[in-house]
């Protein structure tokens, strides 16, 4: 078969579009980092050429999707637990185990809230009524919560009251619709949420584990090398500063230090 100049033009250009096809990767990630790694994603894309796509949901909600097979070329949790089990189960590349974030928790109410709890240990008080908080079985958030109020000694008194969201998000809407008295969520969530709530108390950082998020390449991944590439970006000054803009803190030096597990 002859080829025709403008054939020869469409294979030219379909080509470079293959290539870059091959580096296209689909990341699964805690539903907190949505606005951040959306950021992260597109200023990607413009000095790579390479599209990212993302599913978000809760850890633990990932982790069940890694678990059954879902394609999915790299996995960034709200906690470690949830890549630990990927690693137990030899479905992470555990050389590429790193910590790309921090952040903090904190309690929120209703911005139109009348008389909002004043602090975590307030939550105790029964006048408060519900309090959301993310279920501590799946989502890292919650877990979070649930080691605080275990700290301040209102764990028994809250639970009773307890209203649990299938992510942190969720547990964010219950607070800005005034479903709820108070809700505890990411320090990342409040901000993203403006005017809607109101910090009422940041989580001293005794009461909880630290609020990291480990990513992980996906041992079964047809594109590991880009999922490689992505991960790489993420430590970048450019991607750092992203990702502060959204209220996330740097990995400390220890975390660098101690990549995996």
């Given at each position: 078969?002859?080829?025709?100049?403008?054939?020869?033009?469409?294979?030219?250009?379909?080509?470079?579009?293959?290539?870059?096809?091959?580096?296209?990767?689909?990341?699964?990630?805690?539903?907190?980092?949505?606005?951040?790694?959306?950021?992260?994603?597109?200023?990607?894309?413009?000095?790579?050429?390479?599209?990212?796509?993302?599913?978000?949901?809760?850890?633990?909600?990932?982790?069940?999707?890694?678990?059954?097979?879902?394609?999915?070329?790299?996995?960034?949790?709200?906690?470690?637990?949830?890549?630990?089990?990927?690693?137990?189960?030899?479905?992470?590349?555990?050389?590429?185990?790193?910590?790309?974030?921090?952040?903090?928790?904190?309690?929120?109410?209703?911005?139109?809230?009348?008389?909002?709890?004043?602090?975590?240990?307030?939550?105790?008080?029964?006048?408060?009524?519900?309090?959301?908080?993310?279920?501590?079985?799946?989502?890292?958030?919650?877990?979070?919560?649930?080691?605080?109020?275990?700290?301040?000694?209102?764990?028994?008194?809250?639970?009773?009251?307890?209203?649990?969201?299938?992510?942190?998000?969720?547990?964010?809407?219950?607070?800005?619709?005034?479903?709820?008295?108070?809700?505890?969520?990411?320090?990342?969530?409040?901000?993203?949420?403006?005017?809607?709530?109101?910090?009422?108390?940041?989580?001293?950082?005794?009461?909880?584990?630290?609020?990291?998020?480990?990513?992980?390449?996906?041992?079964?991944?047809?594109?590991?090398?880009?999922?490689?590439?992505?991960?790489?970006?993420l430590a970048t000054d450019k991607a750092q500063k992203l990702l502060a803009a959204r209220g996330f803190t740097p990995p400390t030096p220890q975390d660098s230090a101690h990549p995996a597990r």
């Amino acid at each position: 078969m002859r080829l025709t100049p403008l054939l020869l033009l469409t294979l030219a250009l379909a080509t470079p579009l293959a290539r870059a096809a091959d580096d296209d990767i689909t990341v699964a990630a805690a539903i907190s980092l949505k606005d951040a790694l959306t950021d992260v994603a597109k200023s990607y894309q413009s000095d790579t050429g390479h599209r990212v796509g993302f599913t978000f949901a809760s850890s633990g909600q990932l982790m069940a999707q890694v678990k059954n097979g879902a394609p999915i070329d790299l996995f960034i949790s709200a906690a470690e637990r949830q890549v630990d089990q990927l690693a137990a189960a030899k479905l992470i590349d555990p050389a590429t185990r790193r910590i790309i974030a921090r952040n903090d928790l904190v309690l929120i109410a209703p911005a139109a809230a009348k008389s909002p709890p004043t602090s975590f240990k307030d939550l105790a008080d029964p006048r408060h009524g519900r309090i959301a908080l993310g279920d501590p079985k799946t989502v890292p958030a919650g877990e979070y919560a649930a080691q605080v109020l275990d700290a301040l000694k209102v764990a028994d008194a809250v639970r009773p009251r307890a209203v649990y969201g299938s992510n942190v998000r969720q547990v964010l809407d219950y607070v800005e619709r005034g479903e709820v008295a108070a809700g505890i969520v990411y320090a990342t969530d409040a901000q993203e949420s403006g005017a809607k709530v109101r910090v009422i108390e940041r989580a001293a950082p005794e009461t909880h584990a630290p609020i990291v998020y480990p990513a992980a390449v996906i041992s079964a991944s047809k594109r590991a090398d880009a999922a490689k590439k992505f991960l790489d970006y993420l430590a970048t000054d450019k991607a750092q500063k992203l990702l502060a803009a959204r209220g996330f803190t740097p990995p400390t030096p220890q975390d660098s230090a101690h990549p995996a597990r």
